[in-house]
Structures are given as structure tokens and as C-alpha cells.
């Protein structure tokens, strides 16, 4: 079993960056594709990212691609979304999740976090 907990959100003028964290314990994590995902009130939730293990293989939807950046550090079991020229639209509770595979599809992620706040003011 892997547990999440997500770090780093808070609240930021549009135009700024926020670095998420996403802890993970457990001896498997380095053996999931780690994703990221967001959910606005009243909506579904979003794919925004996801990496693979190896920390080579990495796929963004296009509402963050060109400004957010994920990675990963196995040796520290923690995983990151580095979000740069935050937009108020950006606004939404982050979770972290983890999957066998590479997909977009939340359903296919087993293992979830609790979510951190992103608030971005205009």
C-alpha cells in the first residue's frame, strides 16, 4: 500500500509559481506512475500530469503544458509539480495519485492523497 501527502499549496497572485510536494511511504512508489490532479468546486476532476518511474517519461494536458513541470525523487519518495504563471483558473484542491500504468484516467489510480489548496488571486 502507498499513502500521499500533498504540500505546498497556497494562495498567490496571478503571474506566480507554486512548487507542490507529494510524500510518499511505502516500498512501491518507485514502481508507480505518479499523477497529478486537480478538481475545482462543483467540477469534475482534472488530469494534469503525470511521470513515469523512471522519471524520463512525462505527459501534460494542455492546460498546463508549457508551465508546469513534474518530476521526481525516488531517493526521497516524493514527487513534485513545479507550476510557474499561475492563472486564476488554476485555482482548485491538487491531489497526488499513483497507477500501474501510464493514464490520464482518474478510475485507473489506486492510490490517492488527501489534496492540497492552489488559490491564485487576479
Known amino acids: 500500500q502507498v499513502h500521499l501527502a500533498e504540500s505546498g499549496g497556497g494562495l498567490v497572485q496571478a503571474g506566480g509559481s507554486l512548487r507542490l510536494a507529494c510524500a510518499a511511504s511505502g516500498p512501491t512508489f518507485g514502481n508507480f506512475v505518479t499523477g497529478w490532479f486537480r478538481q475545482r468546486p462543483g467540477e469534475e476532476r482534472e488530469f494534469v500530469c503525470f511521470i513515469g518511474w523512471d522519471n524520463t517519461s512525462t505527459y501534460y494536458a494542455d492546460s498546463g503544458n508549457g508551465r508546469f513541470t513534474i518530476s521526481r525523487d525516488n531517493a526521497k519518495n516524493t514527487v513534485y509539480l513545479q507550476m510557474n504563471n499561475l492563472k486564476p483558473e488554476d485555482t482548485a484542491v491538487y491531489s497526488c495519485?499513483?497507477?500501474?500504468?501510464?493514464?490520464?484516467?482518474?478510475?485507473?489510480?489506486?492510490?490517492w492523497g488527501q489534496g492540497t489548496q492552489v488559490t491564485v488571486s487576479s
Open positions: 495519485a499513483v497507477a500501474p500504468r501510464y493514464t490520464t484516467t482518474p478510475n485507473d489510480y489506486r492510490y
